[in-house]
């Protein structure tokens, strides 16, 4: 409970309490990528509409599809030990190196991004203060001296993992074909 809490609880940036979700969508507003389809998203689920349908909705890649898709997956199974083994090792684990080295690349200085600063620095601080070693307590805890949990945990892992690597190979490739169509129109 503490771990979710954390991670949706209201952050205090210059004196204006946010939501975790309204931080993100600020910082991709000031980075101007912010995209409707997310906002779009949210609303169609508030509608009552599943899932599945709203991922089929929303014009969105691929590789987002399955990882929001597996994700929900997991959390349906309404197997602690699952949750918390996706939860763990396909994204606590891997994301603070992967967003302290998109901060030291991006805006060193945090002076043009200084939102996407936060937003990032927030995750990294949470992730490696309090959710990384509260999340390897929690496996620890749930799995017990089990084998057959154990194995459940590691093929849950690894696919977390492997889903992970899909969502930001399709975010990466949306990069770089919007890179080429900005060399495109400068040319």
């Known amino acids: 409970m503490r771990l979710s809490w954390k991670k949706q609880a209201i952050s205090i940036k210059k004196g204006e309490p946010s939501s975790h979700f309204e931080m993100y ?20 689920l508030r509608s009552n509409m599943s899932i599945s349908d709203t991922l089929t909705s929303v014009d969105i890649p691929q590789g987002v599809r399955n990882f929001v898709s597996f994700m929900f997956y997991v959390i349906k199974t309404n197997e602690p030990h699952v949750i918390a083994s996706a939860f763990t090792f396909g994204g606590e684990d891997v994301i603070p ?45 749930l799995c017990g001296d089990s084998d057959k ?39």
């Not at 969508?25 to 169609?44: N, P, S, W």
């Not at 030291?104 to 937003?119: G, M």
């Not at 194995?151 to 490739?173: D, F, V, Y």
Request: net charge neutral.
């Open 149 to 187: 949990v154990g194995k459940r945990l590691l093929l849950i892992a690894r696919e977390s993992l492997r889903m992970r690597i899909e969502l930001w190979n399709s975010i990466n490739g949306l990069l770089i074909n919007r890179e080429k169509q900005l060399e495109l129109q400068v040319s």
């Open 97 to 141: 190196d992967m967003f302290m080295s998109i901060l030291k690349r991006a805006d060193p200085n945090h002076e043009r991004y200084n939102k996407l600063a936060y937003y990032l620095q927030r995750h990294i601080e949470l992730n490696v203060d309090d959710h990384g070693l509260l999340s390897l307590q929690m496996i620890k805890e």
């Open 25 to 44: 969508l600020d910082a991709m507003c000031q980075i101007e990528t912010k995209d409707e389809r997310i906002v779009d998203f949210v609303r169609l």
